[in-house]
């Protein structure tokens, strides 16, 4: 069975500011990681994911994630916060490299002050 | 637990089957949702369902039929599906649909043979 944690349903940081959104799992097979995000009135897409090819991920705007085993940890960061990542990220695990089978945490709202 | 269920969690068909997908939330939520998740594709929403009406239909082929009977309850029916509609579908649901955060169901599994 897989499950996913996200710490802090919402956050909020400071333009320019370094955004940390943590996700840890739990799975008993080697897991597959992604973050989605979701923009305001949109659809979720694709931000990253970790397919065991390199423990830390570079995504696109700017986020990175990095897999740690040891903590079962797979968080979310960008050095500079911009107004424009205002939005809800989500962390899921799956079995495979596909993204079957997802399973989803519960979310994390960033919010970004001016 | 997110509070939303689906139904069944894995389903193989033949492309001249006629299936349904469940989907069922407790959250006493507003707007739900369908989103297909392909092998090497992003997340793509299908139908968007607020207070029982149908408010968005994504370019979605007619061989996918959404259903809402009431608030707390969404069908995708399927029929004359191709293998290429494999793929991994997820039932959600939200307060409302202005930027309302998503609840996601853990989704179903289709193959289609």
């Known amino acids: 069975a897989q499950s996913v944690t996200q710490l802090g349903s919402h956050v909020s940081v400071s333009e320019g500011a370094l955004v940390l959104l943590r996700c840890n799992y739990s799975s008993s097979v080697p897991p597959y990681l992604f973050w989605y995000v979701q923009y305001p009135n949109q659809g979720l897409q694709l931000l990253l994911k970790y397919t065991s090819a390199a423990t830390l991920v570079k995504g696109i705007n700017g986020f990175e994630a990095e897999f740690k085993k040891s903590e079962t940890s797979f968080h979310l960061t960008k050095p500079s916060a911009h107004m424009s990542d205002a939005a809800e990220y989500f962390c899921?695990?799956?079995?495979?490299?596909?993204?079957?089978?997802?399973?989803f945490g519960g979310g994390t709202r960033l919010m970004v002050k001016p | 637990e997110t509070g939303v269920t689906q139904t069944p969690r894995h389903l193989v068909m033949g492309m001249t089957n006629k299936k349904s997908l469940k989907c069922e939330q407790h959250?006493?939520?507003?707007?739900m949702y369908w989103y297909k998740q392909s092998a090497k594709k992003p997340l793509e929403l299908m139908f968007v369902y607020n207070f029982k009406e149908q408010t968005e239909n994504n370019s979605v082929p007619s061989r996918f039929s959404p259903e809402c009977p009431n608030s707390s309850h969404l069908f995708l029916h399927l029929h004359t599906l191709q293998p290429e509609d494999s793929a991994l579908y997820l039932c959600?649901?939200?307060?409302?649909?202005?930027?309302?955060?998503?609840?996601f169901g853990s989704g179903t599994q289709l193959s289609v043979l």
């Open positions: 899921a695990v799956s079995e495979d490299n596909a993204g079957n089978m997802l399973t």
């Open positions: 959250l006493g939520h507003n707007a």
């Open positions: 959600a649901s939200s307060q409302g649909t202005d930027n309302e955060k998503l609840f």
